[in-house]
């Protein structure tokens, strides 16, 4: 078992310009999501999806957006980079209702936005 | 609105002291209650949980207390280590409905450093 995979560990941007961070999990999970971490502000929910076709906002959404057409993978799209989004991303997964017991989370995607 | 509120944001402990790292919560709708670790270029990982109907968990030489009439929790670290030097989150799970269940709302971090 990979458990949750994270690429690009490392990404630079202009402001402006679009990519999409790579989240992929080999557990079955039904449950995931993506955080942002920023010093002295813990882990910050930015999206979540309970299920394949099934996503929503968390509390930091704006400038995001995903989609999640397979249980395995969970896209975190940048439309329009900009310096507020310069963080460090987690991806993590779970088993979905009662039994989200555990998150596993990926090693991080450290983005900075010039 | 913060929903978990953590302290203290730093914590300097000599080895073989005891750390305590504190959490608080306001939503009552909260069913479990798991504190993370993460090391320096990691992601955060599961170190201990507990649910509200019990007082107390350890595990090793962590501790969770519980008190759910004031809504606090703890952990305690006996017997600190250097290794243990890391960032400790706590978190409370949603038990609401639909897509809110399941959801983690996270503390803002404790960054724990041990002395040897």
């Known amino acids: 078992n990979a458990g949750v995979t994270q690429t690009p560990k490392f990404q630079v941007l202009k402001t402006g310009q679009s990519m999409t961070l790579q989240c992929a999990q080999d557990m079955n999970h039904e449950y995931m999501s993506w955080y942002r971490q920023d010093p002295g502000m813990g882990l910050r929910l930015i999206h979540y999806?309970?299920?394949?076709?099934?996503?929503d906002q968390g509390e930091v959404p704006n400038g995001y957006n995903v989609s999640r057409s397979t249980t395995e993978d969970f896209p975190l799209r940048l439309l329009s980079a900009a310096p507020s989004q310069t963080s460090v991303y987690f991806c993590?997964?779970?088993?979905?209702?009662?039994?989200?017991?555990?998150?596993?989370f990926g090693p991080g995607t450290r983005l900075t936005v010039l | 609105q913060q929903q978990v509120k953590q302290s203290p944001q730093s914590l300097i402990v000599q080895k073989g002291g005891i750390s305590i790292i504190n959490c608080a919560y306001e939503n009552t709708a909260f069913d479990y209650f798991p504190w993370y670790q993460q090391f320096p270029g990691k992601g955060p990982a599961l170190l201990i949980a507990?649910?509200?109907?019990?007082s107390e968990k350890k595990e090793g030489r962590f501790t969770i207390s519980f008190n759910k009439s004031a809504k606090q929790f703890s952990l305690h670290i006996m017997d600190s280590q250097p290794g243990d030097s890391a960032t400790y989150f706590c978190a409370a799970r949603a038990a609401g409905r639909g897509s809110t269940l399941g959801r983690l709302y996270f503390g803002r971090g404790t960054q724990l450093t041990v002395w040897p």
């Open positions: 999806s309970v299920g394949a076709g099934i996503t």
């Open positions: 993590a997964s779970s088993r979905s209702g009662r039994n989200t017991d555990t998150q596993y």
């Open positions: 507990i649910r509200p109907d019990v």
